[in-house]
């Protein structure tokens, strides 16, 4: 149900975006974002690594209600959640691997995580003013995120599917962040909300879905 709620929602947003009705974009964020948190919640306290899951999903959820200012200051602080909330999945993630071995454990998409952060700061670099030190921190962040999800899938960290819907949550999750990038410094255009908050919102629906 909540599944159906969140791409409703999401939807919504979308045509909120390109009609620029601010009060159905509130409005339809809340929601979306409310439901991939309810269906996380039930896993809270079931143990360290799904609470530290839920933790992500609800800095998530906050990062979202920052992110509909539209001031630096909002930006920043919505940059800041979801920072919280990807460190906060890859202390999950360390509870199933340990973080030294992520890079031979992610194998391929390991190395193509790394070459994408470090691209994506080359060529956001000259937009970026005063927030290059957050943004290089959230970088590295949501690789470890993605480094530590495809160690889990290729070691079997945990059961299928729940391995595979972390792993394409975490890569979503990537591509969602170069949309939102995209949007905040190099070219608003409504083609970044048209794959990035689909993206988004189906990375934390399959990261809710694969802890329950």
């Known amino acids: 149900m909540m599944i159906v709620v969140c791409l409703l929602a999401t939807a919504s947003l979308i045509f909120a975006e390109y009609t620029g009705n601010q009060a159905l974009r509130t409005g339809s964020k809340f929601v979306a974002s409310g439901a991939f948190l309810v269906l996380g919640m039930p896993a809270l306290g079931a143990s360290p690594f799904h609470t530290w899951m839920v933790v992500g999903l609800v800095f998530g959820a906050i990062g979202d209600i920052a992110l509909l200012g539209r001031s630096t200051r909002a930006f920043v602080g ?3 959640a979801f920072l919280v909330g990807h460190l906060a999945y890859v202390i999950a993630f360390a509870q199933i691997e340990s973080p030294a071995y992520w890079i031979i454990y992610a194998g391929r998409i390991g190395m193509i ?3 994408g952060g470090a691209f994506s700061l080359r060529w956001l670099w000259p937009h970026l003013g005063k927030l290059k030190t957050p943004v290089v921190l959230y970088v590295i962040a949501i690789v470890l995120m993605v480094l530590g999800a495809f160690s889990i899938r ?3 960290g945990l059961p299928a599917p729940e391995r595979d819907l972390l792993a394409l949550g975490a890569a979503l ?3 969602s962040d170069l949309a939102v990038a995209r949007e905040r410094f190099v070219a ?3 083609k970044n909300k048209l794959y990035g908050l689909p993206a988004y919102f ?3 629906l399959l990261i809710a879905s694969a802890i329950n």
Do not use: H, V, Y
């Open 202 to 204: 189906a990375a934390q």
């Open 154 to 156: 290729s070691t079997g």
């Open 173 to 175: 999750f990537f591509l």
């Open 188 to 190: 608003r255009d409504f």
């Open 78 to 80: 919505g940059l800041a």
């Open 113 to 115: 995580a790394i070459a």
